[in-house]
């Protein structure tokens, strides 16, 4: 816009950040601690024109420019004390972007000039290369599109990266590979619905920045947990076709997967900033009201529960209004089903961890949030982070012990029979006794942090040199087993025997109660040669090599996927409780031995590893056989046939024989209910 000279009224001090109307834009920014704050508009070519805002007594400062339009590009100058050691680091020479940006203007390079000091005041006007908000205003036809509203005991969960989803896919245009658009391609809708998907989990699409590290090493912030303005779209994952926005396309994405039956979770992220510790730069919060929006120690530094350098005080009211304003943003204008909170104890600090903090109490008793679906990532690296299990109703948690615990028990023999049941059955240890229900529990062999499925069982150690940090990165617990080769080999006894502990991996996520989560590229054999911390990897380690797909796996996994909705004791929801039921002419659960008979207490906690049959139903059977020698089983009455053929060897059913290192699937064909 060339023309950024306007008359500035009083305006309004609701709602916060910028509104365009018919007439003008009415801008308001909070800050308590602020003495003077500037509206900067700037031209096409470069120009600035500063306007003083106008403070209420509830510490909004509101400006109304009559004539404005969307398109103009605007920041803030904010005055007031720099006194560092009590956390005040007021900075007018840092244009700082507005936090409700719907759009921003451009990235962030050359971070020393956005360092506004530690000890005495950056004096360098960063004005003419700083990001800019961008006014917004747009329509989109949302047509008859609502949210699916899919049982969580139905749900089955794919997470995936907007750009590594779909980069490297052969049958999509090459011109919207790696975008929103590419997404919404016949061909992924197809899969998605092959597989069995009812909702894909995107890593974040808010906009973000890269580290000022990353850069030095000419690396990305992949995985995007560095965000900015989580009210913003990321635009590099836009197709940038004519006649169309980034936010727009995001939008034709979850419409046209709403038409497929699948709903859109978002991995949001506000525990932390992209203006990270006192060497970062300070882009918005931080020159607005830094000690009002951080949680800061005596000193005037950052507490760190993070990892990230700083952490957001979420349990400040004005705070708070932030983040519900941005989740009603993306749950009324894009139409989203639900969000995964990224290190979600934050939410929850007070600083201690509260369940009943005031944004988890905002949240759950929000008329709009409390309906969506709500994941929490159940820790942060504070004192008392670990949080698992005590997330506030309808909260759902990411379950780490379902994954550590069934890798160790199907790859090392690593946990008692007990430990395996208590995460087959929901984790109804950590759960059941704070009455909520099973979909609480996000079961997850792997996800984007850690290993793929293919290196849990080709990689003891990790292989995370690509990163720049010396391999020091990323997890060493990895609960894995190469299978007596690190790494990548054409063994063919190696190969079958990883091969197969995929599958047991697989069926164990698939067929246990709770809310499954397949990362994206397991089902296919995706590896990152065994990198478990790819999260600066913008390239293949990360993208999904659909030329290399197994599609056996494939198919192997949209049969679990299916067989999953077919047992009624996974999709009623309810824990199991054992008891027979004359209405459902069965129990929901049997747990029995190799000779058909109960287990006795001595063995649930054996870790040798025995036979063990899993009676769901009363219809369906699954044998698990991780001996190393062949087993007699004793069936339970009935008439058992294959339920899948490729769960089960012919010979299972004539000689009650169960193989070595396997896992049965039966249906008794004399059930009826």
């Known amino acids: 816009m060339a023309n950024v000279n306007f008359k500035l009224s009083a305006g309004h001090s609701t709602p916060l950040g910028c509104v365009a109307d018919k007439n003008g834009v009415n801008f308001a920014l909070y800050s308590e601690k602020a003495e003077r704050v500037e509206l900067c508009l700037f031209s096409q070519q470069g120009e600035e024109i500063r306007y003083d805002l106008i403070r209420d007594d509830n510490h909004i400062w509101h ?75 747009d329509n989109y036809d949302w047509g008859d599109d609502e949210l699916l509203n899919t049982p969580w005991s139905q749900t089955i969960i794919y997470e ?77 994952y836009w197709s940038g076709r004519a006649n169309t926005s980034p936010l727009n396309e995001f939008r034709d994405m979850v419409k046209a997967l709403h038409r497929a039956g699948i709903e859109i979770i978002l991995d949001i992220v506000f525990n932390h900033t992209a203006e990270l510790d006192l060497l970062g730069p300070t882009l918005s919060f931080r020159g607005i009201d830094n000690s009002t929006y951080y949680w800061l120690q005596d000193n005037g530094d950052y507490h760190n529960w993070t990892g990230c350098g700083n952490t957001l005080n979420l349990s400040h009211p004005m705070v708070k209004q932030w983040v519900i304003d941005c989740l009603h943003f993306w749950a009324n204008e894009c139409h989203v089903d639900g969000f995964r909170f990224d290190l979600a104890t934050v939410l929850g600090r007070t600083p201690e961890f509260s369940s009943n903090s005031p944004l988890l109490r905002a949240i759950t008793q929000d008329p709009v949030l409390s309906k969506l679906k709500l994941i929490a990532e159940p820790w942060d690296v504070g004192t008392g982070g670990y949080q698992l299990g005590n997330f506030p109703t309808p909260f759902a948690e990411w379950n780490d012990r379902f994954r550590d615990d069934i890798r160790q028990f199907t790859l090392n023999k690593g946990v008692p029979l007990g430990t395996f049941a208590s995460r087959f059955a929901g984790s109804s240890d950590i759960y059941q006794q704070s009455q909520r ?125 299916a067989l999953r909705h077919k047992i009624t004791a996974l999709t ?101 209910h």
């Not at 000091?117 to 990001?131: M, Q």
Request: glycine share 6%; with cysteine.
């Open 437 to 561: 229900l099973p979909y609480v529990s996000i079961n997850k062999i792997t996800s984007h942090d850690g290993f793929t499925l293919q290196d849990v069982v080709s990689f003891n150690h990790k292989h995370n040199q690509a990163n720049g940090e010396s391999n020091t990165d990323g997890s060493n617990s990895n609960h894995s087993n190469n299978h007596g080769f690190e790494g990548i080999t054409d063994d063919p006894q190696i190969l079958q025997k990883r091969s197969q502990s995929q599958r047991h991996l697989l069926t164990f996520l698939m067929l246990s109660l709770g809310t499954p989560m397949l990362l994206a590229g397991d089902e296919q054999g995706n590896s990152q040669q065994g990198n478990n911390n790819a999260y600066c990897q913008d390239s293949p380690v990360s993208w999904i090599n659909w030329q290399t797909r197994d599609e056996e796996l494939i198919q192997f996994t949209s049969r679990l996927t």
């Open 63 to 137: 400006g109304y420019l009559l004539g404005a339009t969307a398109g103009l590009h605007y920041g803030y100058r904010v005055h007031g004390p720099w006194q560092p050691e009590q956390g005040l680091r007021f900075n007018p020479n840092k244009l700082l972007i507005d936090p409700y940006s719907r759009a921003v203007s451009s990235k962030v390079q050359d971070a020393h000039l956005f360092i506004d000091g530690i000890d005495s005041r950056n004096v360098i006007d960063n004005g003419s290369i700083a990001p800019k908000s961008i006014v917004t205003q």
């Open 572 to 672: 009623e929801g309810e824990w199991w409780t054992g008891n027979f039921s004359s209405e459902k002419n069965a129990a929901d659960v049997v747990w029995l031995n190799q000779h058909g008979e109960p287990l006795t207490p001595e063995q649930w906690q054996w870790h040798e590893i025995l036979p063990l049959q899993i009676l769901l139903s009363g219809k369906w059977l699954i044998i698990i056989n991780f001996t190393e020698q062949n087993q007699h089983i004793t069936l339970p009455a009935g008439h058992w046939v294959n339920s899948e053929p490729f769960l089960c060897s012919s010979e299972m059913i004539e000689k009650h024989q169960s193989n070595p290192r396997n896992i049965d699937v039966l249906i008794n064909n004399n059930f009826t």
């Open 160 to 236: 995936a990266h907007v750009r590594g989803l779909t980069q490297l896919h052969p049958d999509i245009p090459q011109e919207i590979r790696g975008s929103y658009a590419a997404i919404d391609h016949p061909v992924m809708i197809s899969y998605l619905k092959q597989l069995g998907i009812t909702a894909i989990e995107l890593l974040p699409i808010q906009f973000h920045l890269d580290e000022p590290r990353l850069q030095k090493l000419n690396l990305t912030n992949y995985w995007g947990y560095n965000s900015l303005a989580p009210f913003a779209i990321e635009p590099t």
